[in-house]
């Protein structure tokens, strides 16, 4: 559970790095020097280098001249920030000796590839941005090493007692939906009757829905756990759920030039779960924001006792 909420925190800094991991940057090159950390030297070129898929994204090249470079300058100033924190989590690790072995990081690799529906797409993901595989798996390495280093120094201070658990579940409670809700998975597949057929049939016969829209998903959309109100579902749908038990698939549905197949998960009604069922999601949201005050503070720290300056 940890690792999972800890995860979430070092996001940024992963999707932060890998924007730039497929560059080389030459020792050769002589530039100018934006920040000191410690020991390192960060520069404009590489700064800038970073930046590109921020620019491109963000800077509008319509916009006026001067508008753009202070969008530009705007966007430099976050970027820098992450990277002097990113250095300095960098600088921690090594000074604690804190490394990232092989298999743990092919546990990871495992999660991220499963994330992405598999390894040939999670390559196919990478190639379009540009990032080559291995340096997208070096890269990965040194994010995972910031992880154990972040768990290393904050997860053992913190503490969330039982009380603290017990006035969040009164403040869940007071903003808890009371309609009924209902939790869905959808394939829709458009016009083709034949194959909406076939599909429903291949259902029946024990097939699943994930299964079946990668089999056709270039004909088929698959919404995989979708969460409705009962007022968000439409009269001719919510009749055919009401005779079905969670697990189990509706009848074929057509509308318009659509064909649904719905496989009902789960009813919520309006009850608010009991304190016992929200727990551990308590638990969860209490850790992180205390994580997250806690990061916080300690890469203050770490920059006060850093020799930190910087030049932009």
Same mark, same amino acid.
């Given at each position: 559970?940890?690792?999972?909420? &800890?995860?979430?925190?070092?996001?940024? !800094? !992963?999707?932060?790095?890998?924007?730039?991991?497929?560059?080389?940057?030459?020792?050769?090159?002589?530039?100018?020097?934006?920040?000191?950390?410690?020991? =390192?030297?960060? #520069? /404009?070129?590489?700064?800038?280098?970073?930046? +590109?898929? !921020?620019?491109?994204?963000?800077?509008?090249?319509?916009?006026?001249? =001067?508008? @753009?470079?202070?969008?530009?300058?705007?966007?430099?100033?976050?970027?820098? @920030?992450?990277?002097?924190?990113?250095?300095?989590?960098?600088?921690?690790?090594?000074?604690?000796?804190?490394?990232?072995?092989?298999?743990?990081?092919?546990?990871?690799?495992? #999660?991220?590839?499963?994330?992405?529906?598999?390894?040939?797409?999670? +390559?196919?993901?990478?190639?379009?941005?540009?990032?080559?595989?291995?340096?997208?798996?070096?890269?990965?390495?040194?994010?995972?090493?910031?992880?154990?280093?972040?768990?290393?120094?904050?997860? $053992?201070?913190?503490?969330? #007692?039982?009380?603290?658990?017990?006035?969040?579940?009164?403040?869940?409670?007071?903003?808890?939906?009371?309609?009924?809700?209902?939790?869905?998975?959808?394939?829709?597949?458009?016009?083709?009757?034949? /194959?909406?057929? !076939?599909?429903?049939?291949?259902?029946? +016969?024990? @097939?699943? &829905? $994930?299964?079946?829209?990668?089999?056709?998903?270039?004909?088929?959309?698959?919404?995989?756990?979708?969460?409705? @109100?009962?007022?968000?579902?439409?009269?001719?749908?919510?009749?055919?759920?009401?005779?079905?038990?969670?697990?189990?698939?509706?009848?074929?549905?057509?509308?318009?030039? =659509?064909?649904?197949?719905?496989?009902?998960?789960?009813? =919520? #009604?309006?009850?608010?779960?009991?304190? $016992?069922?929200?727990?551990?999601?308590?638990?969860?949201?209490?850790?992180?924001?205390?994580?997250?005050?806690?990061?916080?503070?300690?890469?203050?720290?770490? $920059?006060?006792?850093?020799?930190?300056?910087?030049?932009?």
């Amino acid at each position: 559970m940890k690792n999972k909420i &800890f995860r979430n925190l070092i996001l940024f !800094f !992963f999707l932060f790095w890998i924007n730039f991991s497929s560059l080389g940057f030459s020792a050769e090159i002589i530039n100018k020097v934006i920040a000191v950390v410690g020991e =390192e030297f960060l #520069t /404009l070129y590489e700064l800038d280098e970073i930046c +590109k898929p !921020f620019f491109e994204k963000f800077v509008d090249p319509k916009l006026p001249f =001067e508008e @753009k470079e202070r969008t530009k300058k705007q966007i430099r100033e976050k970027v820098l @920030k992450a990277w002097i924190e990113d250095t300095l989590l960098r600088i921690e690790a090594k000074k604690y000796g804190i490394t990232v072995s092989d298999e743990e990081l092919e546990r990871f690799l495992i #999660t991220e590839v499963k994330a992405r529906g598999g390894e040939e797409k999670l +390559k196919e993901y990478l190639k379009i941005q540009g990032i080559d595989y291995e340096k997208y798996k070096e890269k990965l390495r040194e994010e995972l090493l910031k992880i154990k280093l972040i768990q290393f120094q904050v997860s $053992e201070k913190i503490v969330i #007692t039982e009380d603290e658990l017990k006035r969040a579940y009164e403040e869940a409670i007071k903003k808890y939906d009371i309609s009924p809700k209902y939790w869905l998975s959808i394939l829709i597949i458009k016009e083709d009757e034949s /194959l909406a057929n !076939f599909i429903y049939e291949e259902i029946l +016969k024990g @097939k699943n &829905f $994930e299964e079946l829209y990668q089999s056709h998903s270039s004909k088929v959309k698959f919404l995989k756990e979708e969460k409705f @109100k009962k007022e968000e579902i439409t009269f001719e749908v919510l009749q055919s759920l009401e005779k079905i038990s969670p697990g189990e698939v509706t009848p074929l549905i057509k509308k318009n030039n =659509e064909f649904y197949i719905i496989r009902l998960l789960k009813v =919520e #009604t309006g009850n608010p779960p009991s304190f $016992e069922e929200m727990r551990e999601k308590l638990y969860q949201d209490l850790f992180q924001l205390k994580a997250e005050a806690l990061l916080e503070k300690w890469i203050k720290e770490l $920059e006060e006792k850093r020799y930190i300056r910087i030049y932009l």
